[in-house]
């Protein structure tokens, strides 16, 4: 893979961040959210609430799809075999993730979100705020992944 190709993917994945700081920005005066906050969302918040969620669910989707699949070309790793596990183990071996726990939680939060709970405003606030918590984690998995990458292809 070029560093074209690869300067091009990475635009993508910053692209993703860029609008997830801005959703943020629409929406960080309502966390830590509570039932009394959701219960009280206007039009506004929820269309707020709605880009900083799909931004998340995009970039992850990103990273776990196109992102991991093209670092692990750059290493040379063979990944056809690999489960999704599999390469979650090895990116925490290189040091790209922390955790392999925290990205499959991050997975559940992102895949929970999908459903909508209209009628639970609890649940609502309890999945908004993990998910809020997580985008730092997020956003550093994918400046580790792009600081490895090109660092590879430099050699």
């Known amino acids: 893979m070029n560093k074209d190709e690869l300067e ?24 830590p959210l509570d039932v009394d906050k959701v219960k009280k969302f206007d039009k506004l918040s929820i269309y707020a609430i709605e880009m900083f969620t799909g931004r998340f669910a995009k970039l ?3 990273l776990g799809n196109v992102v991991f699949d093209t670092f692990f070309e750059v290493e040379g790793e063979n990944t056809e075999t690999w489960t999704s596990i599999d390469k ?3 990116l925490e071996k290189f040091g790209i993730i ?8 991050m997975r559940k939060s992102r895949n929970f979100l999908i459903h909508e709970y209209p009628d639970q405003p609890q649940v609502i606030a309890d999945s908004l705020n993990v998910i809020y918590d997580y985008i730092p984690i997020l956003l ?14 430099e050699k």
Request: proline letters at 0%; zero cysteines; hydrophobic letters at 40%.
């Open 8 to 31: 091009s993917i990475q635009q993508i994945a910053n692209i993703h961040e860029q609008r997830i700081k801005e959703a943020i920005a629409d929406v960080q005066h309502l966390f």
């Open 98 to 105: 922390q955790d392999a726990h925290i990205w499959r939680n």
């Open 60 to 62: 992850q989707d990103y």
């Open 88 to 90: 979650l183990n090895k």
């Open 140 to 153: 550093d998995i994918k400046n580790r992944i792009f600081a490895k990458i090109f660092k590879d292809v």
